[in-house]
């Protein structure tokens, strides 16, 4: 038998809810597959990041770190979760986890603005995308997992288990933090 506060749940979720329009669905799609572009960028090219020209050999990155992975499916979740951030003003953070899944955190770093702002020099245009491109996975520059130098990383590492107890600290310390 539920309990009080699970049967208030779901009426709170029931009388709450309401159907995404489809301009809505279009916006968060193209977002979606533009966080992806750039994961499959990061990884892959390192000049011709429009595709403005066909890709030749040397547009791509001699040795490959990192790996798609994780990428899709963290993208995914962020962009729904945005979502759910601005139409609920929850106080929420996104704690990734997965080996190898820096792009898609970048990505939407990026997207969002707060990359450029903190690195200038990878501007939101196709320069700065080539730029953002080359840094990744580069000795010296980004790292294939979140390091401190993605805005807004907490935590080091690649690892599952970096990322639960960081997400269980946060979690912790701030009750009220969705985690």
Not at 31 to 55: E, F, H, Q, S
Not at 86 to 111: C, F, T
Request: glycine fraction near 10%; aromatic fraction near 10%.
């Amino acid at each position: 038998m539920p309990s009080t506060k699970e049967i208030n749940l779901q009426r709170s979720v029931e009388e709450t809810w309401e159907p995404i329009g489809s301009d809505e669905i279009r916006k968060i799609d193209a977002y979606w597959r533009a966080c992806n572009y750039l994961c499959a960028g990061m990884i892959y090219l390192r000049d011709n990041p429009l595709l403005k020209t066909v890709l030749r050999p040397e547009h791509f990155k001699n040795r490959l770190l990192g790996h798609w992975g994780s990428d899709p499916g963290q993208t995914f979740t962020w962009v729904h979760l945005n979502r759910a951030i601005r139409k609920h003003a929850l106080n929420m953070i996104y704690i990734s986890g997965p080996g190898h899944g820096a792009p898609a955190v970048i990505s939407n770093a990026y997207l969002e603005g707060t990359y450029s702002e903190i690195y200038p020099e990878v501007s939101q245009d196709e320069e700065g995308m080539r730029n953002l491109f080359r840094a990744f996975s580069f000795p010296g520059r980004l790292g294939s997992h979140c390091t401190p130098e993605v805005p807004g990383s907490i935590h080091e590492g690649g690892e599952l288990g970096y990322s639960l107890s960081h997400a269980f600290g946060a979690a912790f310390d701030n009750p009220d933090l969705i985690v």
